[in-house]
């Protein structure tokens, strides 16, 4: 089990590009989650997903799309890219979304927009 | 609103000595709290959960509603242990789901 996976690694952007980030779980969840991490932030929450079928916005949703592909995949797109975007992108998982689950978490996308 | 603070953004201590880590939250309901965990160029992974009352890698959490507080703690700190640490709160997000809201983190450094 490969658990949640994440490309790219690392992605370099200039203003105004555009991009895909691609998430995938192999663990069966029903939800998955997108997250940013910034210095002294914390990790905030994008957007996710309870199910297949259904997206919701999560604390910082402005300047992202997501698309809950299938129940495995999960992307999160950045249509016109800002110096603000430059983070560390999460993906993660959890069985139901439920209140005591617990998330699994990919190993980050580090993006920086100049 | 759901709110998770963690007041210390570094903490220092020496190895063998007790390790305790704040965490104090905002919650209108009965919370559901964890504790996830960084290590140096690994993904973050959950320590433990307040639901398990369990102890993992010598760290205990205990849940104080009086205080809204979850601090981590450890008697006996080891190098190990050095990493980002995550308090975060299971609430309701009003969409039919659960949300993980997380605090900004403390970095906690074992010193040799």
């Known amino acids: 089990n490969a658990g949640v996976t994440q490309t790219p690694k690392f992605q370099v952007l200039k203003t105004g590009q555009s991009m895909t980030l691609q998430c995938a779980q192999d663990m069966n969840h029903n939800s998955m989650y997108w997250y940013r991490q910034d210095p002294g932030m914390g990790l905030r929450l994008i957007y996710y997903s309870a199910s297949e079928g259904t997206t919701d916005k999560g604390e910082v949703p402005n300047g992202y799309n997501v698309s809950r592909l299938n129940k495995r995949e999960f992307s999160l797109r950045l249509e016109s890219a800002a110096p603000s975007q430059t983070s560390v992108y999460f993906c993660?998982?959890?069985?139901?979304?439920?209140?005591?689950?617990?998330?699994?978490f990919g190993p980050g996308t580090r993006l920086t927009v100049l | 609103a759901q709110r998770v603070t963690q007041p210390e953004k570094l903490l220092s201590v020496f190895k063998g000595a007790p390790v305790e880590l704040k965490c104090n939250y905002s919650?209108?309901?009965?919370?559901?709290l964890f504790w996830y965990v960084q290590y140096s160029r690994q993904r973050l992974q959950l320590l433990l959960r307040?639901?398990s009352r369990e102890s993992i890698k010598g760290f205990t959490a205990d849940l104080n509603k009086g205080e809204t507080s979850f601090h981590l703690k450890k008697p006996f700190a080891q190098e190990e242990d050095s990493a980002m640490y995550y308090c975060a709160l299971s609430g309701f997000s009003g969409a039919g789901s659960y949300q993980l809201t997380f605090g900004k983190g403390t970095k906690l450094s074992v010193i040799p």
């Open positions: 919650y209108s309901g009965s919370p559901e």
């Open positions: 993660a998982s959890s069985r139901s979304g439920s209140e005591t689950d617990t998330q699994y």
């Open positions: 307040h639901i």
